[in-house]
């Protein structure tokens, strides 16, 4: 199946400083979704979005849905030691009715 | 609201064993995900169930693999027999309809982590 490219793979920051992700398909999507997975854990979906050039807030959280549907984008304010974890994002197509899910990212918080 | 449930959360076999996985979605979710996670990657899926109904086993290697959703709602994934490549963390996740219409907001269970020997 179809695996989505996410950048960066990993990263260390200290803690307060801002965090970027993104995550790019070949394909266009109709919904992004942003997860967030901690050890021995499932993902927990943090932010849906819906609509090309979307940009929507939870808390210190923000994602963005591209303008072209093939992409989108995650970022994290001030961050914190308990943001560490993996971020995992996703996307469906309303055709094909499934989730394709980007390879993470890994962020440690160095307090 | 209760959350997507999964049982055992952690199972430890040996190859050529056999074992049995199982998950409750979110009530009136109607489709239901059973995604294997191997370590360091991103869930991939094995199955897709739309309430009784199979929609997607395109990656369910079903020379050894099996699940069923019968009445539509709980469902089991099952590996008969196990191999050492099957070591993985088993995700059940269930989607509802989101703003845009579709099933497009995905919920996920804890995991199954199996560790087979």
């Known amino acids: 199946g179809q695996q989505l490219n996410q950048s960066p793979q990993s990263m260390f920051i200290q803690e307060g400083e801002d965090v970027s992700m993104n995550c790019t398909s070949s394909?266009?999507?109709?919904?992004w979704l942003w997860y967030k997975q901690d050890p021995g854990e499932g993902p927990v979906l943090l932010i849906a979005?819906?609509?090309?050039?979307e940009l929507t807030s939870n808390g210190r959280l923000t994602a963005q849905f591209g303008i072209t549907r093939k992409d989108s984008f995650l970022n994290i304010s001030a961050s914190i030691p308990s943001d560490v974890g993996i971020y995992f994002c996703a996307g469906y197509a309303n055709t094909g009715n499934q989730f394709y899910f980007g390879t993470g990212t890994s962020l440690t918080v160095i307090p | 609201e209760a959350g997507v449930a999964q049982s055992p959360r952690y199972k430890i076999i040996e190859k050529r064993q056999s074992v049995a996985f199982w998950c409750n979605p979110i009530s009136g979710h109607a489709t239901l995900y059973w995604y294997q996670q191997i370590l360091g990657q991103g869930p991939k899926l094995l199955i897709q169930?739309?309430?009784?109904?199979?929609?997607?086993d395109s990656q369910l290697p079903k020379d050894r693999f099996s699940a069923e959703r019968l009445k539509g709602v709980d469902s089991t994934l099952k590996i008969q027999p196990a191999k050492l490549e099957d070591s993985a963390v088993y995700l059940c996740?269930?989607?509802?309809?989101?703003?845009?219409?579709?099933?497009?907001?995905?919920?996920f269970g804890p995991g199954t982590r199996l560790t087979v020997l």
């Open positions: 996740a269930s989607s509802a309809p989101g703003l845009a219409g579709g099933n497009n907001e995905q919920f």
């Open positions: 394909s266009i999507f109709n919904t």
């Open positions: 169930f739309q309430n009784n109904g199979v929609v997607d």
């Open positions: 979005l819906y609509k090309a050039g």
